[in-house]
């Protein structure tokens, strides 16, 4: 079983760097953009995540795909380490909910994961470019605990322990609009229908069905308030 990790694809996603420091030192981790992180921007020229399978004569990130994209072929699992502006507990995400990605999340201990399809997702992140892979996703970006809960989970894997039976799985289907400024939901909130989710002073806005929030009021997305899923299982 060969596992590499990514960090930092994004620039201001740094603590992934602090997460291979715990883990053993047989397994071989890739830093995403080590100039954005350097500059603390999410990317220089284009979003790293949204180009692979790259380009090398392409921008900064294009060829950084395309190198990352070619390292990881060999692996059999891809453990790519990402972080949210906002509090968000510990999820994974997979874009193929295929037996192997599903396999590899209870494998790993999660209790939430996420499936983006291509249609709501670019189809162009680098789990989508690998045999096995998922993202984990916690926030917010600075928070200490951050470091414990991703390695501890990574080490599951590694160990073969704290398999998870009883995984919630949940598959966006539809990316909410920010129309307002003062967002009134949570990460994992269940949203009813004409629930009041955001307001200012110019007004209200209110949901126009059921839906579980995910990634709410995240930084990186101005325009988007969050996305809307359903609990599959």
Known sequence: MKIAVVCCLHGT???????????????????????????????????LNRCFPGNRFGKHEDKLAYGLYNKLKEFDYVIDLH?????????GIITDPNKDNIELAKKLGLKKLVIMKESIASG????????????????????V?????????????IENKNYS???????????????KDNILINNFEKVQKDQLIAQDFTGKHVSDEEFIAVLVNEEAYNDILCLAAKKVS
Not at 22 to 40: R, T
Not at 165 to 179: C, R, S
């Open 83 to 91: 972080s949210s502006s906002n509090n968000c507990p510990l999820f």
């Open 13 to 47: 996603e740094p603590y992934g760097l602090e997460v291979v420091k715990k883990l053993p030192v047989s397994i071989p981790f890739f830093i995403g953009n080590e100039k954005a992180l350097k500059e603390n921007k999410r990317f220089i020229d284009i979003d």
């Open 165 to 179: 039976e009883n995984i919630e799985i949940y598959e966006v289907f539809k990316i909410v609009k920010k129309k």
């Open 145 to 157: 605990q951050n470091i414990d809960e991703v390695s501890n989970l990574i080490n599951n894997l």
């Open 124 to 143: 162009r992140a680098l789990i989508d470019f690998v045999d096995c892979g998922i993202s984990l996703e916690v926030g917010p970006h600075n928070r």
